[in-house]
């Protein structure tokens, strides 16, 4: 899949527009609305500017969250995440027995993460090991603030989307 020209993206229906941008961010409505609302615009940077400015200015703490959590847990079944969750936490090769109880203290960490400050655990994963992912998580549960997470969080989802975009707009090699 590669992504339409700017221009093209600003002229789509609200649905393929909603479908085009929740490929970057993962269904994440309150941010999705207001992004389709906006347009046109001038460049696909200029829209990931604008989503991080509306997150960090326009939406309230209830949206932030809701957005946050558009985004699979680490480690979680790949039944059900996008094709880009699926390949960005290494989900296109069988799992080995101990990726399974990676797979298994991951969950354990993501309930944990959530019970204690209320959304899930964002991180930029893009090809490293899920179990390297294990320590990050942990130190975040010591840490961390609500407060902090949630920025945090929704930093991490921006820079997922700028690299789903970089890789989107890269023309496949032949």
Same mark, same amino acid.
């Given at each position: ?24 961010? &993962?269904? @994440? ?7 389709? &609302? @906006? ?53 296109? +090769? ?13 969950? &354990? ?20 090991? #899920?179990?390297? *992912? *294990?320590?990050?998580?942990?130190? #975040? ?19 997922? @989307? ?10 496949? +090699?032949?």
């Amino acid at each position: 899949m590669t992504f339409p020209p700017i221009s093209k993206l600003n002229g789509l229906p609200r649905e393929d527009f909603l479908e085009a941008v929740n490929s970057l961010f &993962e269904p @994440a409505p309150p941010l999705a609305k207001i992004l389709y &609302e @906006a347009r046109p615009y001038l460049s696909y940077s200029g829209l990931l500017d604008f989503a991080q400015y509306v997150i960090d200015h326009d939406l309230s703490e209830e949206d932030r969250i809701l957005v946050v959590n558009a985004h699979p847990r680490i480690g979680a079944p790949p039944q059900g995440l996008s094709a880009h969750s699926i390949k960005e936490q290494g989900y296109d +090769k069988k799992p080995t027995p101990e990726e399974e109880q990676v797979n298994g203290r991951l969950g &354990e960490l993501n309930e944990e993460y959530e019970k204690k400050y209320g959304f899930k655990f964002v991180v930029f994963v893009n090809g490293r090991p #899920r179990k390297e *992912i *294990i320590p990050v998580l942990e130190k #975040r549960l010591q840490v961390g603030t609500k407060e902090s997470e949630l920025k945090l969080g929704l930093s991490e989802m921006l820079i997922i @989307a700028r690299d789903r975009l970089r890789k989107l707009q890269t023309p496949a +090699k032949l």
